[in-house]
């Protein structure tokens, strides 16, 4: 609780803005003036903070190295709302909407095409994987920097007839290409911010019923549970990539274990209704005010 005469005040983290902006140039440094400021100014702000609250253990994590104590910190995970909760739409309808061929086996993403999601490996993945799966099409949904290169990568590849780059969609559509994957890849490269933040995205491919692969990061972890509702392999590892993505794509009674797994553990642990009351408890707690009794 603050002390008499002094107002509260809750400060967010859901992202690593210094190492953010480290990763989109590899001239820039971890000890140039620029990134060791950036990096206190954030550290300052959370320590004066009455409390804090961010998106995952990682990032918790960090925040404490710079000194935060770790008793004010709350960690309120990326989370799906009622539209993710509520009955999934049905897969050959969203396929016929998007004008997908129900026939097809589809891995992607829905992701901002930047640097340090390391789409490139999933074009390198998938041109390796689609001589083995004809029936196989990559979807990359999403815009950014990158696009115009990973378009080019796949025509170099010989596999741009069966990428799909859709740019950026609604929000409503986007669901819909969630929903038609029959698996979902985060290959993000080996960086501190990606060590650190978790992506919403494959969140909602979870509630979505489909099996995720993630490269194998802190941040990832937290969302897969490898062997269960998804894999894990190692970072900008093509070989072991796609050795996991093959392990789905030959067994359709294995990705819907997975996906039914994901999407039970998302309505159970991450939902923005149960954020909500976290944080809800937090603003008691601060104000002095005791907690509402459960409805």
């Known amino acids: 609780m ?11 983290v859901r992202g690593q803005l210094a190492d953010t902006w480290l990763s989109a140039c590899d001239e820039r440094s971890e000890q140039s003036f620029r990134y060791r400021n950036f990096k206190q100014a954030e550290a300052t702000v959370a320590n004066a903070a009455s409390a804090v609250i961010t998106l995952g253990e990682a990032m918790k994590q960090e925040l404490v190295a710079g000194g935060v104590d770790p008793t004010k910190i709350l960690v309120c995970p990326n989370a799906v709302g009622e539209e993710y909760i509520s009955e999934l739409p049905d897969k050959n309808e969203c396929l016929n909407e998007l004008g997908l061929n129900p026939e097809h086996l589809y891995i992607g993403t829905v992701s901002s095409l930047v640097g340090y999601e390391g789409l490139d490996l999933l074009v390198y993945s998938f041109a390796e994987l ?19 290169s990973l378009e080019s990568l796949a025509k170099a590849l010989g596999v741009s007839d069966r990428v799909v780059f859709p740019g950026r969609v609604e929000k409503s559509i986007a669901r819909k290409y969630h929903r038609v994957m029959d698996v979902f890849v985060v290959p993000r490269r080996d960086l501190a911010v990606t060590r650190a933040v978790t992506p919403l995205k494959p969140v909602e491919a979870l509630a979505s019923e489909v099996p995720v692969v993630v490269a194998d990061l802190p941040a990832l972890r937290e969302i897969v549970t490898d062997g269960v509702d998804g894999y894990c392999y190692r970072p900008e590892d093509q070989s ?36 909500a009351a976290k944080i809800a408890d937090l603003y008691g707690s601060l104000t002095g005010r005791p907690k509402k009794a459960s409805q």
Do not use: C, H, M
């Open 2 to 12: 603050a002390a008499e005469n002094e107002l509260p005040w809750v400060y967010e």
């Open 240 to 275: 072991d990539l796609v050795s996991k993505l093959r392990l789905l794509l030959n067994d359709a009674n294995r990705r819907q274990r997975f996906g039914a797994a994901g999407r039970q553990k998302v309505l159970s642990t991450r939902t923005w209704a149960g954020n």
């Open 130 to 148: 689609s001589t083995e799966f004809e029936e196989l099409r990559l979807l990359i949904v999403g815009d950014g920097t990158e696009r115009a």
